[in-house]
């Protein structure tokens, strides 16, 4: 299914319209079965949205946050994140501790990619997934060249990353579609060349993500597709 592309003149315009649907979508499933389930794009690109998330009006009590993936370093460190996610948004709403489900802080991939799995098999599907694109095509932490016969464990870990840090814990493909709406967010113009080969059919790591619902991609950036 090819994905669905929303484009904006500005990306102050693309964060309200995010910001907006994440809202509309959090209070509609928290009144349909009380409770709201995310899974959160890190980096800096999603760093605007999350500091308007501060703002809407919600039952915080009933929002549950995962990562899609996350750097192995030492809780804290400004490379993690998390801790971008909590500056910027998690640590000024109310949403319970208990409910913002983390990778664990260890630099060792693969005990914190089991833990996160284990987490993972009790976790329902998701109701969205924020993710990102790198400009080599690579989301959460599946780089090109990542091992797909991991594709249908809940997380995996990463350990020859090539961006520092090597060591990574990542959902997997199948992890991160299976979820009721999977959100791209799109924005740099280093992502340019990356998002055109995409939109042409090419086999990036991106693509892997294949939810029953397809894909929205929510770009300020134009490409020939």
Same mark, same amino acid.
């Given at each position: 299914?090819?994905?669905?592309?929303?484009?904006?003149?500005?990306?102050?315009?693309?964060?309200?319209?995010?910001?907006?649907?994440?809202?509309?979508?959090?209070?509609?499933?928290?009144?349909?079965?009380?409770?709201?389930?995310?899974?959160?794009?890190?980096?800096?690109?999603?760093?605007?949205?999350?500091?308007?998330?501060?703002?809407?009006?919600?039952?915080?009590?009933?929002?549950?946050?995962?990562?899609?993936?996350?750097?192995?370093?030492?809780?804290?460190? /400004? @490379?993690?994140?998390?801790?971008? $996610?909590?500056? #910027? =948004?998690?640590?000024?709403?109310?949403? +319970? &501790?208990?409910? %913002?489900?983390?990778?664990?802080?260890?630099?060792?991939?693969?005990?914190?990619?089991?833990?996160?799995?284990?987490?993972?098999?009790?976790?329902?599907?998701?109701?969205?997934?924020?993710?990102?694109?790198?400009?080599?095509?690579?989301?959460?932490?599946?780089?090109?060249?990542?091992?797909?016969?991991?594709?249908?464990?809940?997380?995996?870990?990463?350990?020859?990353?090539?961006?520092?840090?090597?060591?990574?814990?990542?959902?997997?493909?199948?992890?991160?579609?299976?979820?009721?709406?999977?959100?791209?967010?799109? /924005? @740099?113009?280093?992502?340019?060349? $990356?998002?055109? #080969? =995409?939109?042409?059919?090419?086999?990036? +790591? &991106?693509?892997? %993500?294949?939810?029953?619902?397809?894909?929205?991609?929510?770009?300020?950036?134009?490409?020939?597709?």
């Amino acid at each position: 299914m090819q994905p669905r592309i929303h484009r904006f003149a500005d990306f102050d315009s693309l964060a309200y319209r995010l910001e907006e649907r994440t809202h509309q979508l959090a209070n509609r499933c928290i009144q349909e079965k009380g409770r709201f389930s995310m899974v959160l794009a890190g980096g800096s690109t999603p760093r605007l949205l999350y500091r308007r998330l501060r703002y809407i009006r919600t039952d915080w009590r009933c929002w549950h946050i995962y990562f899609g993936d996350e750097r192995c370093l030492p809780r804290g460190q /400004s @490379g993690r994140n998390d801790q971008m $996610a909590d500056q #910027a =948004w998690l640590n000024h709403v109310a949403i +319970p &501790a208990v409910q %913002i489900h983390r990778v664990s802080p260890t630099i060792d991939a693969e005990s914190a990619a089991a833990a996160y799995a284990a987490l993972l098999t009790r976790t329902p599907r998701f109701d969205l997934v924020l993710l990102g694109l790198g400009e080599d095509g690579h989301t959460a932490s599946l780089f090109p060249g990542y091992d797909e016969s991991t594709i249908q464990l809940p997380a995996i870990a990463v350990t020859d990353a090539p961006k520092p840090p090597a060591q990574r814990v990542s959902m997997s493909p199948q992890r991160l579609g299976n979820a009721d709406a999977v959100w791209f967010l799109v /924005s @740099g113009e280093g992502k340019r060349e $990356a998002l055109s #080969a =995409w939109m042409s059919g090419a086999e990036l +790591p &991106a693509a892997a %993500i294949r939810p029953d619902n397809g894909v929205d991609i929510f770009t300020d950036l134009t490409t020939q597709d």
